[in-house]
């Protein structure tokens, strides 16, 4: 029987795995990527290239728990890489925090009482728009800012997703190393506008049909809806320049 090679020698493998609800969260770093090749398989959108010399392999999930846990799992089995980061949006829980700032999880919970600790040695600079903390994580999308502190009063977290928890659950079990890089896209400022909940799909799209719908119900959802995406796209751009460092020393730390 042939021993397979190892995952160095194997062309599908990956230094660096990356999972994201939404494609928009990782746009400007794959601008950053040369020889993206784009596929699909167990229902989601993978997308592997080159960072530099540093293989990386990305998969969309959608937002929520299960479809995450099932992505990193699929990204693993085919891609085998040495680490994998959670990278995405994140809502602020904290009113200190602002759009762009960098939140690193060193733990991850969710309002069911799941807890993992997450082993990160990275100093927080809060003047800097870096924190490093406790991420938690929901089943549904935290819109208001009313939500937003009582989640901060009853967890102690300083941001919130819908995803980190299912990816570093996977990643314990398969004995992956994982870090949580998210960026906050909505702080605490304002509540995120209702039509938010009906127009986000799955995947991360818009639904067409429910933005046309909301926009003609309440004419102001177009400014709002127009803001929230400015500040969505800022985001994600902040994330690719702070993923730009991190991927290069965790390519530097498997060796």
């Given at each position: 029987?042939?021993?397979?090679?190892?995952?160095?020698?194997?062309?599908?493998?990956?230094d660096i795995g990356i999972v994201c609800a939404l494609?928009?969260?990782?746009?400007?770093?794959?601008?950053?990527?040369?020889?993206?090749?784009k596929y699909k398989s167990d229902h989601f959108v993978?997308?592997?290239?080159?960072?530099?010399?540093?293989?990386?392999?990305?998969?969309?999930?959608?937002?929520?728990?299960?479809?995450?846990?099932?992505?990193?799992?699929?990204?693993?089995?085919?891609?085998?890489?040495?680490?994998?980061?959670?990278?995405?949006?994140?809502?602020?829980?904290?009113?200190?925090?602002?759009?762009?700032?960098?939140v690193m999880a060193n733990d991850v919970c969710d309002?069911?009482?799941?807890?993992?600790?997450?082993?990160?040695?990275?100093?927080?600079?809060?003047?800097?728009?870096?924190?490093?903390?406790?991420?938690?994580?929901?089943?549904?999308?935290?819109?208001?800012?009313?939500?937003?502190?009582?989640?901060?009063?009853?967890?102690?977290?300083?941001?919130?997703?819908?995803?980190?928890?299912?990816?570093?659950?996977?990643?314990?079990?398969?004995?992956?190393?994982?870090?949580?890089?998210?960026?906050?896209?909505?702080?605490?400022?304002?509540?995120?506008?209702?039509?938010?909940?009906?127009?986000?799909?799955?995947?991360?799209?818009?639904?067409?049909?429910?933005?046309?719908?909301?926009?003609?119900?309440?004419?102001?959802?177009?400014?709002?809806?127009?803001?929230?995406?400015?500040?969505?796209?800022?985001?994600?751009?902040?994330?690719?320049?702070?993923?730009?460092?991190?991927?290069?020393?965790?390519?530097?730390?498997?060796?």
């Amino acid at each position: 029987m042939t021993t397979p090679p190892p995952p160095e020698n194997n062309a599908a493998h990956a230094d660096i795995g990356i999972v994201c609800a939404l494609p928009m969260e990782i746009a400007p770093f794959l601008e950053r990527c040369e020889k993206l090749r784009k596929y699909k398989s167990d229902h989601f959108v993978f997308r592997g290239g080159r960072y530099g010399e540093i293989k990386v392999a990305i998969v969309e999930t959608g937002t929520g728990f299960a479809p995450a846990r099932r992505a990193t799992q699929a990204l693993i089995d085919a891609h085998s890489p040495s680490w994998i980061l959670s990278a995405g949006f994140s809502g602020a829980l904290q009113p200190e925090m602002k759009i762009g700032h960098i939140v690193m999880a060193n733990d991850v919970c969710d309002v069911h009482g799941q807890e993992l600790r997450v082993d990160i040695n990275m100093p927080a600079n809060p003047e800097g728009g870096l924190y490093v903390g406790r991420i938690l994580n929901t089943d549904e999308i935290v819109r208001t800012v009313d939500e937003k502190r009582q989640l901060a009063e009853q967890h102690h977290a300083l941001a919130v997703d819908m995803e980190s928890l299912a990816v570093a659950q996977v990643c314990r079990d398969t004995q992956t190393r994982f870090l949580a890089v998210r960026v906050i896209s909505d702080d605490m400022s304002a509540d995120l506008p209702p039509e938010v909940l009906s127009i986000l799909g799955a995947t991360g799209t818009y639904r067409v049909g429910a933005a046309m719908g909301a926009m003609w119900k309440r004419p102001a959802a177009v400014k709002d809806l127009w803001k929230l995406r400015e500040s969505a796209n800022f985001a994600a751009e902040r994330l690719a320049i702070f993923l730009d460092g991190v991927v290069a020393q965790l390519y530097e730390s498997r060796h």
